[in-house]
């Protein structure tokens, strides 16, 4: 089973930047999409944005389009999110994901969550407004 390790969260004002880092080992990925999802308090945890492993095609949940970027490192075997124009909506525990289908699948399921093979520990992103 892979195991995800995060880092790069922190507290910033709005309008702000942070870049959240995972790194993964245990298996190799080909087809399968990483991604992101955050939980803020009182909240259930929601979809942010995958990459296909192999291609580096994108997908972002609308309210952070334009905002957010996702990319991997393939020798380093990491994903990034980098976050810009950070809103004080953005607060929340952000995780890192290692999905066991592929970007189409992920992108096409109404409940990503359960696509999920493995989650990061989390790591805390707090937006002062």
């Known amino acids: 089973q892979v195991q995800l390790v995060e880092s790069g969260g922190g507290l910033v004002q709005a309008g702000g930047s942070l870049r959240l880092s995972c790194t993964a080992s245990?298996?190799?990925?080909?087809?399968?999409?990483m991604g992101w999802f955050r939980q803020a308090p009182g909240k259930e945890r929601e979809f942010v944005a995958a990459?296909?492993?192999?291609?580096?095609?994108?997908y972002y949940t609308d309210s952070v389009k334009g905002r957010f970027t996702i990319s991997r490192d393939i020798p380093k075997i990491t994903v990034y999110l980098q976050m810009n124009t950070l809103k004080p909506e953005d607060t929340a525990v952000y995780y890192c994901?290692?999905?066991?289908?592929?970007?189409?699948?992920?992108?096409?399921?109404?409940?990503?969550?359960?696509?999920?093979?493995?989650w990061g520990q989390g790591t805390q992103v707090t937006v002062s407004s």
């Open positions: 994901a290692a999905f066991r289908g592929t970007l189409t699948e992920v992108r096409f399921n109404r409940a990503p969550t359960t696509l999920v093979e493995s």
């Open positions: 245990g298996r190799t990925f080909n087809n399968a999409a």
């Open positions: 990459i296909s492993w192999n291609f580096g095609v994108t």
